[in-house]
T-cell receptor, first 109, second 114 residues
Framework: ELKVEQNPLFLSMQEGKNYTIYCNYSTTSDRLYWYRQDPGKSLESLFVLLSNGAVKQEGRLMASLDTKARLSTLHITAAVHDLSATYFCAVDDASKLTFGTGTRLQVTL | DSGVTQTPKHLITATGQRVTLRCSPR?????VYWYQQSLDQGLQFLIQ???????AKGNILERFSAQQFPDLHSELNLSSLELGDSALYFC?????????????FGPGTRLTVL
């Protein structure tokens, strides 16, 4: 059974600083997705990573995938308050998604 | 707005009752997925339909069932409801079954069982 672990579970960030969220998964997959969820809202797609070494960037967020290490990272550069939300990684397992536990980010001044 | 619609937004019901959640996928998407999000279990895959056929099952209880209709909308039926069924239920859709099968999520239905 595929297991997906994220850490940390909670991240209190200072504005302007850099942080990284880690997503480890237990079986081979070369398709990984990052989603953002605001409280009580739906999941917003951030990144689609489809191959080993894939790197995608959007604004202050950058995601990468290492399929050999079964690891994806979401790097936050110069955090701003707007980034406060919960972030999920999800691994594609025969077209269904197995989600990590989520990382709740809180950006403080 | 992902293009996936779900109704109703909120549902409050009593234990033992039965409810139906409805989902309309994005135009052109043939696959529909149902997920449950609860504090206890996190985000869990329930079931997938592709062009009217069931394709994959996850941690879906026997009290729950789903179907996809010829117009591609889907319904998730929850029966003999228990307090623990209270959760946010998401529907997602994608083009098909191939790689790069990005799923787009609807706004969700919040179910409260009292």
């Amino acid at each position: 059974e595929l297991k997906v672990e994220q850490n940390p579970l909670f991240l209190s960030m200072q504005e302007g600083k850099n942080y990284t969220i880690y997503c480890n998964y237990s079986t081979t997959s070369d398709r990984l997705y990052w989603y953002r969820q605001d409280p009580g809202k739906s999941l917003e797609s951030l990144f689609v990573l489809l191959s080993n070494g894939a790197v995608k960037q959007e604004g202050r967020l950058m995601a990468s995938l290492d399929t050999k290490a079964r690891l994806s990272t979401l790097h936050i550069t110069a955090a701003v308050h707007d980034l406060s939300a919960t972030y999920f990684c999800a691994v594609d397992d025969a077209s269904k998604l197995t989600f990590g536990t989520g990382t709740r980010l809180q950006v403080t001044l | 707005d992902s293009g996936v619609t779900q109704t109703p937004k909120h549902l409050i019901t009593a234990t033992g009752q039965r409810v139906t959640l409805r989902c309309s996928p994005r135009s052109g998407d043939l696959s529909v997925y149902w997920y449950q999000q609860s504090l206890d279990q996190g985000l869990q895959f329930l079931i997938q339909y592709y062009n009217g056929e069931e394709r994959a099952k996850g941690n879906i209880l026997e009290r729950f069932s789903a179907q996809q209709f010829p117009d591609l909308h889907s319904e998730l039926n929850l029966s003999s409801l228990e307090l623990g069924d209270s959760a946010l239920y998401f529907c997602a859709s994608s083009v098909g079954l191939v790689s790069n099968n990005e799923q787009f999520f609807g706004p969700g239905t919040r179910l409260t069982v009292l």
